[in-house]
T-cell receptor
């Protein structure tokens, strides 16, 4: 059974700092991994979808990496800003390219001005 | 593009009442998903449809929950009768490609349900 873990559960950093959020999963036979952002009281916003054939995917100040063999992904945020404060969730298919996703509990990020 | 639309945004009801949540997926998307989010359990998939057909409802907690997708642009999630433990945020999401390496999911704003 696919399980997703995100550590730490919460992270507080000063503005301008570079940071890394971690995601680990138990079944590495996945086709992709998705990172989401959730603001308080809001829905999830898709940030990056990284395919199993890719090792990295970049969007602006965000960079996601995927290491299937070790069952890990990281989301790197460069030059953090207060507006980056949110909860970040990663999700992987239950298996292969299944449409059923398993989500981590998320990392709540606070960027202090 | 309007994105995934959900209604109502907030619903407060009394135990035993019927609750109907509505979702309009992004036009052209083939798959639709209903999720429930709570502090204790996080985000859980309840059911999903592909081309309007229910594919997997193993996440539906009880027979009190039912979902329909009568056409490509509309889906409902119904709880009858509702109970206080059903209080949660319910999200609808849609995806364009079905089972695929490209199956990125797009979420609606959610419906916050409170059952008193």
């Amino acid at each position: 059974k696919q399980e997703v873990t995100q550590i730490p559960a919460a992270l507080s950093v000063p503005e301008g700092e570079n940071l890394v959020l971690n995601c680990s999963f138990t079944d590495s036979a996945i086709y992709n991994l998705q990172w989401f952002r959730q603001d308080p009281g809001k829905g999830l916003t898709s940030l990056l979808l990284i395919q199993s054939s890719q090792r990295e995917q970049t969007s602006g100040r965000l960079n996601a990496s995927l290491d299937k063999s070790s069952g890990r992904s990281t989301l790197y945020i460069a030059a953090s800003q207060p507006g980056d404060s949110a909860t970040y969730l990663c999700a992987v298919p239950t298996q292969g390219g299944s449409e059923k996703l398993v989500f981590g509990k998320g990392t709540k990020l606070t960027v202090n001005p | 593009d309007a994105g995934v639309i959900q209604s109502p945004r907030h619903e407060v009801t009394e135990m035993g009442q019927e609750v109907t949540l509505r979702c309009k997926p992004i036009s052209g998307h083939n798959s639709l998903f209903w999720y429930r989010q709570t502090m204790m359990r996080g985000l859980e998939l309840l059911i999903y449809f592909n081309n309007n057909v229910p594919i997997d409802d193993s996440g539906m907690p009880e027979d009190r929950f039912s979902a329909k997708m009568p056409n490509a642009s509309f889906s409902t999630l119904k709880i009858q009768p509702s109970e206080p433990r059903d209080s949660a945020v319910y999200f609808c999401a849609s995806s364009p490609f079905g089972s695929s390496v490209f199956n990125e999911q797009f979420f609606g704003p959610g419906t916050r349900l409170t059952v008193l």
